[in-house]
């Protein structure tokens, strides 16, 4: 029969190898996190740089058509085709 002590070691022993198990997954989740984080995080700086970068083509637009809006009115006014904006 198996003494009591060594029963108790055991299960200590298996306890201890489970702790080091669920480190060992924890530090491999930790990781995978870390990658998906790092990814996530170059994805919205890459995001923030496109949205930026359309804000100033519409902003650079905008203004073409405001150039090209006051040239049709004078070409308008010139040849007395003159109509009420609305």
């Known amino acids: ?6 029963l108790i070691l055991k299960q200590l022993a298996a306890i201890r190898d489970d ?4 480190r060992v997954e ?9 990658h998906k984080v790092g990814t996530i995080a170059q994805t919205l ?4 740089r496109d949205v930026s970068v359309l804000k100033d083509s519409v902003g ?15 070409i308008e006014k010139r040849l007395g085709l003159d109509v009420e904006h609305h």
């Open 1 to 6: 029969m198996t003494e009591p002590e060594n």
């Open 26 to 34: 924890t530090h491999a989740d930790i990781d995978h996190l870390n």
């Open 19 to 22: 702790i080091a198990s669920a």
């Open 45 to 48: 700086v890459a995001v923030q």
């Open 60 to 74: 650079t637009l905008a203004i073409a058509i405001d150039e090209h809006s006051r040239r049709l009115d004078r």
